[in-house]
Each structure stands twice: as C-alpha cells, then as structure tokens.
C-alpha cells in the first residue's frame, strides 16, 4: 500500500484542520489504518485508528474529544478531523496501514506514508 497524507498547515490555537490520507496499491478496505503523529525530540506517538469497515475507532487520550478518524473507502482515503487544536498538536503527522487492528499499543505497522507537517501557534 502506497500512502500520502496531505492537508497540513500553520493555524492558530482553537483552528481546525483536517487531514487526508490517499491509499493506493492495494485494496483499501482490506487494511486496517490510523494516524501518528511526532513532535520534534520526541518519539512517534499513537493518534488515532479505525477498523477496515469504518465502524470501530480508537483514540489516544490527548485528541479524544478533539479529533475524528473517519474513511471512505469508495475513495480510498482516510481523514483526520482535527478541532480545537492546541500548540502541543504540533507534529508530523503520518498515516499508516496495517493488516491488523493499529493501536496504541501496535509497535510497527506494516505501511507508513510520508508526514504532513502541522503546526499550531499559541
């Protein structure tokens, strides 16, 4: 699976941005697929995931509330909608695949795409 996340940006505090993820190379529906982010001196983090079909998604603690996984896989891509932002959401933010449910707990996945970057200011 090819990916590549688009729709970052610089926003102010309190803006919205949303991410896409365009997947190609594979069926997308078949791949389970979420979102991580890495600030700068920090290690890649969990953000969020969500089920082949859509209906199941997970949320790291820091965005629960703030942000929402969804996909299309008629498009076969996947978003991020992300509310609320605070300047600790700044990162890059990368979209991954993988064959089996990610999670906050998932220490590899299969596929990743290249990062988007967001930066909030304060």
């Known amino acids: 699976v090819q990916l590549q996340a688009s729709g970052g940006g610089l926003v102010q505090a309190g803006a919205s941005l949303r991410l896409s993820c365009a997947a190609s190379g594979r069926t997308f529906g078949s791949v389970y697929m979420g979102w991580f982010r890495q600030a700068p001196g920090k290690e890649r983090e969990f953000v969020a995931a ?6 199941t998604t997970r949320y790291a603690d ?6 929402a996984i969804s996909r299309d896989n008629s498009k076969d891509t996947m978003y991020l909608q992300m509310n609320n932002l605070k300047p600790e ?4 933010y990368y979209c991954a695949a993988d064959t089996s449910f990610i999670s906050s707990t998932t220490s590899s ?3 990743w795409g ?3 970057q967001v930066t909030v200011s304060s």
């Open 62 to 67: 820091s965005v629960l509330g703030r942000f």
């Open 89 to 92: 959401d700044t990162a890059v």
């Open 114 to 116: 290249k990062g988007t």
């Open 50 to 55: 969500i089920s082949r079909g859509g209906i």
């Open 109 to 111: 996945v299969d596929f």
